[in-house]
T-cell receptor
């Protein structure tokens, strides 16, 4: 399974965009990029996923580089409730239930 | 639609005992996977079930086992509990466990082994 590298922690001012990077240089053609987040003591929450193209939903945008070796999760207007650990995961098509979590990025949104 | 339900929410056991945790997936979801979360090891995949069959397995000892019933509900069992088994156990469900599906997680069962 492809491994991911994320910064350990990041800060963001409330109301500003939060840009969380992820490196997945060994990703293969049939692996999706997923983002989940975990707010303290809760189960992880799905944010967004993509294969090749950039994606946007009501929560965030996902920008995947053309060579697919890295991606960026963008929270356009961060709020205090976005403070959480964010996990970038790559996932094979036939292993949808098997998420391999790294250490993630602890995002702190500050007033 | 109800979310993923895990019971019990908290559990205290002593070393050597066994424990069974329950997970009810979202209605219509047939894939159920289990994860262990500890401060030291983070979130680790235990196993995944689909249509009552174990489809994927993580790197855990045989003391950790699970099963899935015909209604997709799942249980996991840990026998001969050790102090290191103290953790938050999370269950997640998806429609069919394919790579382009999102997983929905429950709130977890917090297990403390004394």
């Amino acid at each position: 399974d492809a491994k991911t590298t994320q910064p350990t922690s990041m800060d963001c001012a409330e109301g500003r965009a939060a840009n969380l990077p992820c490196n997945h240089s060994t990703i293969s053609g049939n692996e999706y990029v997923y983002w989940y987040r975990q707010i303290h003591s809760q189960g992880p929450q799905y944010i967004i996923h993509g294969l090749k193209n950039n994606e946007t939903n009501e929560m965030a945008s996902l920008i995947i580089t053309e060579d697919r070796k890295s991606s960026t999760l963008i929270l356009p207007h961060a709020t205090l409730r976005d403070t959480a650990v964010y996990y970038c995961i790559v996932l094979k098509t036939n292993q949808g239930g098997k998420l391999i979590f790294g250490q993630g990025t602890e995002l702190s949104v500050k007033p | 639609k109800a979310g993923v339900t895990q019971t019990p929410r908290y559990l205290i056991k002593t070393r050597g005992q066994q424990v069974t945790l329950s997970c009810s997936p979202i209605s219509g979801h047939r894939s159920v996977s289990w994860y262990q979360q500890t401060p030291g090891q983070g979130l680790q995949f235990l196993f995944e079930y689909f249509s009552e069959t174990q489809r994927n397995k993580g790197n855990f000892p045989g003391r950790f086992s699970g099963r899935q019933f015909s209604n997709s509900r799942s249980e996991m069992n840990v026998s001969t509990l050790e102090l290191g088994d103290s953790a938050l156990y999370l269950c997640a469900s998806s429609l069919a466990g394919r790579g382009n599906e999102k997983l929905f997680f429950g709130s977890g069962t917090q297990l403390s082994v004394l």
